[in-house]
Every structure is written in C-alpha cells, then in structure tokens.
C-alpha cells in the first residue's frame, strides 16, 4: 500500500521555537508539496518541489522553508514559531507522469503553538 | 484566475442523494478531482475525470463535467452517514507550473 507518512500527528510547540514538520513518500513520486489547512480558507500552498534540491514557492511560504535532500522526504521548517502558524499541516506527493493519480496526501500533522 | 469554487456546507437526509458542485476557470484543464477528507485526516481521493470525458460513474459515485460552463458535479447516491466528511474539487492547472488547484471544501452533513 503506497504511502505518504507525517512524522507526527499532534505537536505542541512554544513560540519561538524552530519546528521541522517531516514527510515521507515511498512511491518515488518526483513532486512534493507542503499545505496548511485552516477552517474556512481551505487548502492554501506553503512551498512545492519537483526534484531533488529543488523547490518552488507557494502562496504562503513566509515564516517557512522546506529542505529536500532525498527524493522521498521533503520537510517543512518553521525557523521561529508564532501562534498564527496553528494549523493543520498536509504533506502530499504525486508523480510528474501520471496525473490521473493527483495527488497522494498524509494523514496530516496538527501543529498548536503556545 | 485560478479559483475553483464551491459551496461550503451541504446538508442531506441520509439514503437521498447528494449533488456537490463546483466551477473551475482553466479551460485547459486535463483532469479534475475529487477528494473526500474525513474528520482529523487527510484527503483521499475519491475519483478523477478527464477533460474528454461528460461523465464518469463508479459505484454510488457519478461526476459529471460540463466544459462549456466549466462546471464539475458530484453525485452520491443513497447517502450514508460514512458520506460525511469534507469533499474538494481540483483541477490539474497546466498554466499554472503544473499543478492542482483546490477548491475550498463542500462540508456534507447527513441528518437522520
């Protein structure tokens, strides 16, 4: 069963603090992407990237940055946390080829910051 | 633009069906989506259709597509009280580096 895996469903974290959100993918998808979730704004993209090294903004990268050393992980970066960043976070992958798939996503992380 | 738009609640009586709709911007779009995203999941997806295609049925599930108006349904048939959960459209957005858009999210709510 293909799989994209958060590292963790609950966080609590202080603000101020560096938090590393990570996901893995194990369908040797080329891309990547990072989403939060908030009630009422729906899906908004953080950061994307479609290779190894590579990444591309979103529509919200401010206060973030991802890290994709290996092809099947891809992390997001959250340098100084703030209580605006209490969101649900959705990692997902899909393949540059088969775009019928869409997207595979995690189950995500639940990240509060106190 | 590349909005994709839906209405935010719907609510249902459980065995009728439920129609979610949805209207997307670029007509050059290959594939829509639909997603399902149970409560403290993520999104799973549900079906796809391709551009070339009016129609597509899978079991309880019918989409339907109309490129003229650029207007995407979903229908479930005999809804249960598992339907409930938040369903996204997408598109998968050629001019826009590749890569899907989302709708906000129709939340469906089944009452007895």
């Known amino acids: 069963d293909v799989k994209v895996t958060q590292s963790s469903r609950y966080l609590v974290k202080r603000t101020g603090e560096k938090v590393f959100l990570e996901c893995v993918q194990d369908?040797?998808?080329?891309?990547m992407f990072w989403y939060r979730q908030d009630p009422g704004l729906g899906l908004r993209l953080i950061y994307f990237?479609?290779?190894?090294?590579?990444?591309e903004k979103g529509d919200i990268p401010e206060g973030y940055s991802v890290s994709r050393e290996k092809k099947e992980r891809f992390s997001l970066i959250l340098e100084s946390a703030s209580t605006n960043q209490t969101s649900m976070y959705l990692c997902a992958s899909s393949s540059r080829d088969r775009r019928y798939y869409g997207y595979t996503f995690g189950s995500g992380t639940r990240l509060t910051v106190v | 633009g590349e909005d994709v738009e839906q209405s935010l609640f719907l609510s249902v009586r459980e065995g009728d069906s439920s129609v979610i709709n949805c209207t997307y911007t670029d007509s050059s779009s290959t594939y829509l989506y639909w997603y399902k995203q149970e409560p403290g999941a993520g999104l799973q997806l549900l079906t796809y259709?391709?551009?070339?295609?009016d129609m597509k049925q899978d079991q309880r599930l019918t989409v339907l597509l109309n490129k003229k108006d650029k207007h995407l349904s979903l229908r479930i048939a005999d809804t249960q009280t598992g339907d409930s959960a938040i369903y996204f459209c997408a598109e998968w957005h050629d001019s826009s580096a590749s890569k899907i858009i989302f709708g906000s999210g129709t939340r469906l709510s089944i009452r007895p």
């Open positions: 259709i391709f551009s070339n295609m």
């Open positions: 990237s479609y290779d190894v090294k590579m990444k």
């Open positions: 369908m040797d998808h080329e891309n």
